[in-house]
């Protein structure tokens, strides 16, 4: 690891910053595991998470040694991926609110993990804009402390979230088509600083990996208070909005 990443932050000075690489790999066409490991042996981080990550990337352990962890998507050949070069704690699977409307897309979960005393939420969350604030408002009415959701938003334009702050890098992830540029891989954290924030170079797939340096604050954590009033707005029932693609 960079020893920049290792430094102290925000009001915790003593604090050891983890590196926390998130990527989007495009599931068959995209990064093949000898590219993850290439990332990961390059850029040596403390938590790797991935998404559109298929079975092959099992063999990372074997290529550059740590533990990993896969949750497959519903009906999907891809789902959402951990590596650690030390053990993982167990991993929890989250169910997200999913569209009621005909024809619509399986569901789709979180990957939660508890590491080195943060809970992490690795996502790729669902295309339907006002679905995915509400999917993100969920993940955050279920981990309490310390909590960074991370990963593929599919969002558009901002996402507020109460008691977060969205940390990620602020240029594009994500070239649409090959012509319109969107962020799309974000992180919002509650009660952690972050130091360092940057984005990666692509490869093969079609989303950049956002590296972040990540610790605990010494702010107390925020309540949830708001929560309530913001999910009565995205809950709508069968045949609302909140439909998503």
Known sequence: ????WRQ???SHPGNIALKIISWNLLR?????????AALIESERPDLLLMQEATAEMAALPELVGGD?????LPRRIHGLAAW???PLPKIRVLPLPASRMPGRLPRRIAQCLNFAGVNFANVHLSHGQLLNRWQLLHIAAKLKGPTAIIGDYNAVGPTILPGFRDVGPR???HM???VVPFRLDRCLVRGLDCSASRTLDRGRSDHRPIALALAPSCAEDVALRDLPRLWRRFAVEEGGAAAGR
Do not use: C, N, Y
């Open 1 to 4: 690891m960079l020893e920049s």
């Open 28 to 36: 068959l066409i995209g990064a093949a595991v000898e590219d993850v």
């Open 8 to 10: 102290g932050t925000g």
């Open 84 to 86: 650690s070069a030390g």
């Open 176 to 178: 649409a088509q090959k």
């Open 171 to 173: 240029e594009p992830t």
């Open 68 to 72: 990993f962890l896969r949750v497959p």
